[in-house]
């Protein structure tokens, strides 16, 4: 798995990306990089890790909206929740990864 370093809020970040994600990465790196600047710039919240969760918050609000596309793979602890949806199951996934790159892994894929 290729290695590539971004940047998000002004910190660097270096991410795992799958040969030939390059692009799709980056793109989802600038995403998240203006949904967080966006919620910084207007004063709601000074916190980096309340930021991060507000953007995401946003971010699967904004894919909720869109037609339905193909699902995404679950994980298998996940999937085993009761009761769990595929929705249910990717936000806990993401909010995993949101976590582990706020603690510093900076692995986001």
Aim: a negative charge; aromatic letters at 2%.
């Amino acid at each position: 798995m290729k290695q590539i370093e971004v940047q998000i809020m002004g910190q660097s970040y270096l991410l795992g990306c799958p040969e030939g994600g390059e692009a799709q990465l980056r793109e989802a790196v600038e995403r998240v990089d203006i949904a967080m600047c966006k919620i910084r710039d207007a004063n709601k919240v000074k916190a980096r890790d309340r930021i991060a969760v507000l953007a995401a918050l946003n971010l699967a609000f904004d894919l909720g909206q869109q037609p339905a596309a193909a699902p995404a793979p679950v994980a298998p602890a996940a999937a085993a929740s009761a009761g769990a949806t595929p929705d249910d199951a990717r936000a806990a996934q993401l909010i995993q990864r949101l976590d582990q790159a706020l603690a510093g892994d900076g692995l986001l894929l």
